[in-house]
């Protein structure tokens, strides 16, 4: 467990590391655009929004996901203001379970510590299965679209899934030195796909709902009352808002931690929420039939408001293949994001073979250990879905 002291920005990084109980194992290789281009790419709230939009439309319809989003964003600010001085603080891999190890009473820091360590793997990890399967769901989406007799079957999804942690782990594992190239290619590449989507969009959708429908007209196809299908609607909001710590994980890999992660951390929600709610206003004014829209048979509503509005499905597997691109390196970031999590834990003696988890491959630096570990379980929380549908149906 880390030694409460800190960074106080007068020292070189690994010293400062040293001075809180820990050896530099890791490579410093992102600067601050890297790191703002590796957190855009987990955070990317508006192909966040794209993956789950079904909640939205079935569970309170345009006003909740218009008005929710903004009520989270602002929240979402003030924690990612107190996670970011923290992050500057204590620039450590471990992340929250490091804070509140830091920031606890002794007698029970440690206690503290240890559950917000089980509670961040799991959300961490879950995100990474999540990710692999709007992946599959997009390729999928799009193979139904052009063969509309191909019908999808949950098998398809996990193997497909499977597919996109498999991709992941291997530029994880045997490429890792391209992360923060890649990363500030998947920012450019982001932010124009962005624009392109919602121009195209735009453009050439020529029925546009009116204002009433998006601010006014409440939709609920849940079964539940009013309320709870309000609350229901609001979690779409809360997964496109999420993972904007993923800087502090890879604090131990930044050139300038105490001062580049917490302003990517703050960036990446700025950016999220702007672009998030662009493209949420853009969807809803574009949609067609929401029923229909939600009962697209290629399993993502989004494509379908692409084919809708451009009546071409080549168009539509262009702007679709830009979101499927994203969400890939989605997972290869969520992959790092959590074998580092994974590494500062078992360092802490939090996991099972703590040795085993906490090595560092000499030659690459990497903790590769943690990264098999890390997909592995991603690969079998999408294989539940071999057996059921129920903890994954959003319909």
């Known amino acids: 467990m880390a030694t409460k002291g800190e960074f106080d920005g007068s020292t070189d990084e690994d010293v400062a590391l040293g001075n809180m109980g820990y050896e530099q194992e890791l490579k410093r290789s992102f600067g601050l655009l890297d790191m703002v281009g590796f957190s855009f790419s987990i955070v990317t709230c508006w192909t966040a929004l794209s993956g789950v939009f079904i909640i939205g439309i079935q569970a309170g319809g345009p006003p909740v996901m218009i008005f929710g989003w903004i009520g989270v964003c602002v929240f979402t600010m003030f924690i990612a203001l107190a996670m970011a001085e923290m992050c500057s603080r204590w620039p450590l891999a471990g992340g929250q379970y490091s804070w509140v190890a830091m920031l606890a009473p002794p007698r029970v820091s440690r206690q503290l510590s240890y559950i917000t360590g089980w509670f961040m793997l799991t959300g961490i ?154 493209f949420l206003l853009t969807l809803c004014f574009c949609m067609g039939d929401i029923e229909a829209t939600a009962n697209s048979s290629t399993g993502v509503p989004v494509i379908q408001i692409f084919y809708d509005s451009t009546q071409n499905k080549v168009g539509t597997c262009i702007l679709a293949s830009m979101i499927t691109v994203i969400i890939m390196v989605t997972s290869i970031s969520l992959v790092a994001e959590g074998s580092r999590s994974v590494y500062a834990f078992a360092r802490d003696h939090g996991l099972p073979f703590s040795g085993l988890w906490s090595r560092v491959e000499p030659k690459k630096k990497i903790p590769l250990y943690a990264i098999f570990l890390t997909v592995t379980v991603q690969l079998g929380l999408n294989a539940i879905y071999f057996g059921t549908e129920t903890g994954f149906e959003t319909r």
């Open 125 to 278: 990890v879950a995100m990474g299965a999540v990710s692999n399967a709007l992946g599959s769901n997009y390729i999928l989406g799009q193979v139904n679209l052009v063969f509309p007799d191909f019908v999808i079957e949950r098998w398809h999804t996990v193997l497909v899934a499977w597919a996109v942690g498999l991709f992941a782990l291997v530029v994880n594992a045997f490429a890792p030195h391209a992360l923060h190239r890649l990363s500030r290619f998947i920012l450019v590449w982001n932010i124009a796909s962005f624009i392109i989507v919602i121009t195209t969009l735009l453009a050439t959708n020529h029925q546009k709902q009116d204002t009433d429908f998006v601010f006014h007209e409440f939709r609920n196809m849940t079964g539940f009352g009013t309320s709870m299908a309000t609350i229901i609607g609001i979690l779409q909001s809360f997964f496109g808002m999420c993972c904007y710590d993923a800087p502090s994980h890879m604090t131990e890999e930044m050139t300038h931690a105490s001062r580049d992660a917490p302003k990517a951390i703050i960036l990446s929600v700025i950016m999220g929420g702007v672009t998030g709610l662009l």
